[in-house]
């Protein structure tokens, strides 16, 4: 029997959701395929990546999963990790703003106000800044443009003072971008689609996200999730779950090349690998260095991508002397500081960190302060434990610290981003039938989206090679 080879260059969760769907659907439709995954590195995983030390289980990327996004829950109960989640603690989170904490308040979705009650009691902004955020209730809605940036939308609707102080803290920190270059359409739709149907976007959230149900319990659960023995636990379990020598690491595709019959992928060590479609789940910009002979890539080019470092720390309690009742701070845009957030990861994720011990982990890396990435451990330890003192008493150094750099590791989805990304797919369907572009530089950066987004990948090649 002559099989067909799909090749999916990229071994982070997308590549490896994608190879997963996709020997799940050959084996059930008995699919004469063969999948290989084609990986750069030494390692699968991409952003996602666990260490063990010391009794702490630290995570150098991602520290959770949203429990409400569908993809990532179906595909936990499909690998059958459901005995092994465990769920965030709840508790207060803080802004910093102009070198003082305040709670984030409860009646907001993603730091936009639910209701009134909780913009006219917040101590974010001022008294002058809640009336130009009420605004919102009578302005008219926008008109029709083709795309905006998130901030031109909030500062339009709510003001500057709320964007600055509550907004862009939350938007800006997941996508470590700037809010006055991403994209409305490509990043938070749902909100222009709110203001265009109920005149409001206060009012359309308090339609459609009404005040969930007060729990009874005592520590209800958290929104996130993750695993007993940290995030990679997916990763770890999706690669136990593909066939035998699927799988390819420290190999990278240096160029692909039609043929008549399919693609030829030249790889680094001199093979070539044959495939009759090709699944490209690599950031964006490493996709024209592989397809150098086609112009349509070239936009990817300019794609910005931003880089980010995080910094661990582990101190003994005794070491803390002003503790702070919560899970976490953002630190807005008006502050004098250079971390962008700092996570209690002991009060987050208890089961993380020993009896006794207390774990932060803090963020670097604002779109211009790109600097400070490049600095050294040192440098970047000292920097983070000065910013720190600020709010909280800390009177000893760390017993160690963990910092992992992620260098052009946050694709930048700017104003115009769909229109480009539909283009290049028109563009690469017409020319390069059968090749597929897809992950965090597209459709979604966060690991729900890049599962959806490999799912689909999965079923689009199936039908591609059916056809």
Not at 4 to 12: A, D, T
Not at 223 to 232: D, I, K, P, W, Y
Request: glycine letters at 8%.
């Amino acid at each position: 029997m002559k099989y067909k080879n799909i090749v999916i260059v990229g071994g982070g969760i997308t590549g490896l959701t994608a190879a997963y769907y996709l020997q799940k659907e050959i084996k059930e439709q008995r699919l004469p395929y063969k999948v290989r995954v084609v990986e750069a590195s030494h390692r699968l995983g991409g952003k996602i990546k666990t260490m063990k030390r010391d009794g702490f289980t630290i995570e150098q990327g991602p520290d959770s999963l949203l429990a409400r996004k569908q993809p990532v829950v179906k595909l936990v109960d499909e690998l059958g990790l459901q005995d092994q989640v465990i769920r965030n603690a709840t508790g207060q989170s803080y802004i910093l703003v102009k070198n003082k904490l305040h709670q984030i308040p409860k009646g907001t979705f993603m730091g936009i106000p639910k209701n009134i009650r909780p913009l006219l009691s917040s101590n974010l902004i001022s008294a002058k800044g809640k009336r130009k955020a009420l605004m919102d209730l009578i302005l008219p809605r926008g008109k029709e443009t083709a795309d905006q940036s998130l901030g031109t939308f909030f500062r339009r609707r709510f003001g500057n003072e709320l964007l600055v102080n509550q907004i862009d803290p939350l938007l800006s920190g997941i996508h470590s971008g700037d809010i006055d270059e991403l994209s409305l359409k490509a990043t938070y739709p749902i909100f222009h689609q709110l203001e265009q149907e109920y005149g409001s976007v206060l009012k359309g959230l308090k339609k459609t996200m009404p005040e969930p149900a007060k729990s009874k319990e005592k520590n209800p659960t958290g929104a996130f999730f993750s695993f007993e023995n940290g995030l990679e636990t997916l990763i770890d379990s999706l690669a136990e779950n593909l066939d035998e020598g699927t799988v390819t690491v420290n190999h990278a595709v240096d160029h692909v090349e039609k043929k008549d019959y399919g693609y030829h992928l030249l790889l680094s060590n001199g093979e070539v690998e044959k495939a009759d479609a090709v699944i490209m789940a690599t950031p964006h910009f490493t996709v024209p260095q592989m397809f150098s002979q086609y112009d349509f890539f070239k936009p990817l080019e300019s794609m910005p991508a931003t880089s980010t470092a995080n910094v661990v720390l582990a101190f003994d309690q005794s070491a803390i002397k002003k503790d702070i009742d919560g899970t976490g701070f953002l630190v807005s845009r008006s502050s004098d500081y250079r971390i962008t957030a700092c996570t209690w990861t002991h009060k987050k994720w208890p089961t993380t960190t020993p009896d006794g011990k207390v774990l932060l982990r803090c963020y670097v890396g604002r779109p211009n302060d790109q600097s400070v990435v490049d600095m050294s451990d040192a440098e970047l330890t000292e920097m983070v434990l000065k910013d720190l003192r600020k709010t909280m008493k800390i009177k000893s150094v760390p017993e160690f610290s963990v910092i992992t750099r992620w260098k052009d590791a946050r694709p930048q989805y700017t104003v115009g981003h769909l229109e480009r990304i539909t283009a290049i797919r028109n563009q690469t369907r017409t020319h390069l039938p059968g090749v597929i572009l897809t992950g965090s530089s597209y459709d979604g950066v966060g690991i729900p989206d890049c599962i959806d987004q490999g799912e689909k990948s999965a079923r689009e090649v199936v039908e591609f090679l059916q056809r």
